[in-house]
């Protein structure tokens, strides 16, 4: 299994933009296709945004527009760039990589909207 360790989350007001980082250990990161999940208390985990190896993207209907996913392979990292954030948009946020038989995740960062 792959090592995921998230960073980037934090308080942020509604409006405000964050920028959240997963780093990936080992090699191999190129052929991963990797996601972004989140999980509000009392709420199932959801998806938010993915990337595969060949880099094709796609998007809750809830953060299209808002939110980016991108990824650099020569850092082993994956990136997901959130604008416009609202209150709804509070959660903990899960970095995930999949290929073949790894299914992996990361501890979690926190992001929470208020003001």
């Known amino acids: 299994q792959v090592q995921l360790v998230e960073s980037g989350g934090g308080l942020v007001q509604p409006g405000g933009s964050l920028r959240l980082s997963c780093v990936a250990s080992?090699?191999?990161?190129?052929?991963?296709?990797m996601g972004w999940y989140r999980q509000a208390p009392g709420k199932q985990r959801e998806l938010v945004a993915k990337?595969?190896?060949?880099?094709?993207?796609n998007y809750a209907d809830s953060v299209k527009g808002r939110f980016t996913i991108f990824r650099d392979n020569a850092k082993n990292t994956v990136y997901l760039r959130m604008s416009s954030l609202k209150p709804e948009d509070t959660a903990v946020y899960y970095c995930?990589?999949?290929?073949?038989?790894?299914?992996?995740w990361g501890q979690g960062t926190q992001v929470t909207v208020s003001s």
């Open positions: 080992g090699s191999g990161f190129n052929v991963y296709s």
């Open positions: 995930n990589a999949v290929h073949l038989l790894i299914d992996s």
């Open positions: 990337i595969t190896s060949g880099y094709t993207t």
